[in-house]
T-cell receptor
Framework: AQTVTQSQPEMSVQEAETVTLSCTYD???????LFWYKQPPSRQMILVIR??????QNATENRFSVNFQKAAKSFSLKISDSQLGDAAMYFC???????????FGKGTKLSVIP | DVKVTQSSRYLVKRTGEKVFLECVQD?????MFWYRQDPGLGLRLIYF???????EKGDIPEGYSVSREKKERFSLILESASTNQTSMYLC?????????????FGSGTQLSVL
């Protein structure tokens, strides 16, 4: 079974600074997808960024980017120019290419300090 | 705007009661999911459905059942609620496809079983 590990239960960042959230995963599959979801206080989770394992290029979405290291099974999220609205729980997720199931890590609570 | 709607934001039930959590999506999605979210444990998949009347067990199906009679509606049933089922329940949906599909989430139902 696949596992997803987020080793940082909580993190904080100063507004306008950069922060990196860590995620590692364990799988024997070669084709899969990785995700970062954000859950603000409103509780509704939204997709931040998605990475296809077969793509070597790291995904980026505006201020959000990932560092995907396939051999190391590492998938970190970098948030640049942090804003107050970035404060939320962030969940890393894994899904095999042939699977309906998305496995999540335990989450990292990010606080943004004004 | 696309929506996944959960019928209740907060729910309080007694031990032994039969509980129904309802979820409706308006995106004509084939896949629907029920997750449970607990502090320190992240999100865990209870059940999912990839078609009307189809269902598959997730990681923690014990004590739960589901019903999908119509494409847009996916119900989670607690046959006899217990205190250890006190939790946040999140419904999600996605397009047909595996692995790569983005999940759209509802705002969650915080269930307390007394």
């Amino acid at each position: 079974a696949q596992t997803v590990t987020q080793s940082q239960p909580e993190m904080s960042v100063q507004e306008a600074e950069t922060v990196t959230l860590s995620c590692t995963y364990d799988t024997s599959e070669s084709d899969y997808y990785l995700f970062w979801y954000k859950q603000p206080p409103s509780r509704q989770m939204i997709l931040v960024i998605r990475q296809e394992a077969y793509k070597q290029q790291n995904a980026t979405e505006n201020r959000f980017s990932v560092n995907f290291q396939k051999a190391a099974k590492s998938f970190s999220l970098k948030i640049s120019d942090s804003q107050l609205g970035d404060a939320a729980m962030y969940f890393c997720g894994y899904s095999g290419a042939g699977s309906y199931q998305l496995t999540f890590g335990k989450g990292t609570k990010l606080s943004v300090i004004p | 705007d696309v929506k996944v709607t959960q019928s209740s934001r907060y729910l309080v039930k007694r031990t032994g009661e039969k509980v129904f959590l309802e979820c409706v999506q308006d995106m004509d999605h084939e896949n629907m999911f029920w997750y449970r979210q607990d502090p320190g444990l992240g999100l865990r998949l209870i059940y999912f459905s990839y078609d009307v009347k189809m269902k598959e067990k997730g990681d923690i199906p014990e004590g739960y059942s589901v019903s999908r009679e119509k494409k847009e509606r996916f119900s989670l049933i607690l046959e006899s609620a217990s205190t250890n089922q006190t939790s946040m329940y999140l419904c999600a949906s996605s397009h047909l496809g595996q692995g790569k599909e983005k999940l759209f989430f509802g705002s969650g139902t915080q269930l307390s079983v007394l």
